[in-house]
């Protein structure tokens, strides 16, 4: 498939979106109508993402006895444990195995975007315990203190692109620390905001990866093409970072036990 029926492709899938999620708004109740169109996301994730990932809901917990909000959508690498609840959608979520969170919002108003932001600094302040590898093309980079956990937002419609990533760093400015901050914003049919990749740096024989906290937004208008900029960056993000030799002795305290 070349590239031009790549981007047609995905201005269909982001078509069918818009159109299923109008439909879903026939609930009439805001709750399913919400869940309905986070569903919808997931659809649209779980087939377009290496089969070493899966995507849940739930509440991601650490070690540490903290724990996010309820999240939307959750990419887990299949290959680290989760606690299971009898659903094929829902789980209790350990940090550790947690790759990106994905809020959906039917509209990303000021007060959505407030909430999201305070959400998605909790989630990033979890502890994650063992080692992270980042892996892109001839490099590969051992992390011995994990990344936080990467945070994306995508919403049908809300505000401006502009307006968001006003807000976003004017949230980054406020707490004194830019790796707070979402990897990427989406409206769809509108555009999308991107924090600074995670790219290798060379410095003579070093290679490493930028400081988060130095990360930097950038914003593009994209009225037919925001899915596929969003996905690009998603898949960008998520494929190169992996968690190994993992220490979840954290969760587990013989003392006690019963």
Do not use: W
């Not at 039917?106 to 007060?111: D, E, Q, R």
């Amino acid at each position: 498939m070349s590239s031009v029926q790549i981007k047609l492709q995905f201005r269909r899938i982001a078509e069918s979106l818009a159109a299923q999620a109008i439909v879903a708004a026939g609930t009439g109740h805001a709750s399913t109508t919400g869940r309905i169109r986070e569903i919808l996301v997931k659809q649209f994730l779980e087939p377009h993402l290496p089969r070493t990932f899966s995507v849940r809901s739930g509440v991601i917990v650490d070690s540490e006895e903290l724990s996010s909000k309820q999240q939307d959508c959750v990419i887990i690498d299949n290959r680290l444990p989760l606690v299971d609840i009898g659903s094929d959608d829902e789980a209790v979520l350990i940090s550790e195995s947690v790759v990106a969170t994905i809020e959906v919002k039917s509209h990303l108003g000021t007060t959505e975007l407030q909430e999201t932001l305070d959400a998605i600094a909790i989630t990033k302040q979890l502890c994650r315990k063992g080692e992270q590898i980042y892996r892109k093309g001839p490099v590969e980079i051992r992390i011995p203190k994990p990344h936080p956990i990467l945070a994306y937002i995508f919403a049908y419609d809300g505000l401006s692109i502009n307006a968001i990533a006003e807000h976003i760093a004017e949230f980054a400015h406020k707490h004194k620390d830019g790796a707070i901050v979402p990897e990427g914003v989406c409206i769809l049919k509108e555009g999308v905001v991107l924090r600074t990749q995670l790219m290798p740096v060379v410095k003579g024989s070093k290679v490493t990866l930028p400081p988060l906290k130095e990360s930097k937004l950038t914003t593009q208008i994209l009225k037919k093409d925001a899915l596929l900029a969003f996905y690009r960056r998603l898949v960008d993000d998520v494929i190169p970072l992996r968690m190994v030799n993992i220490d979840i002795d954290g969760y587990y305290n013989a003392s006690d036990l019963e």
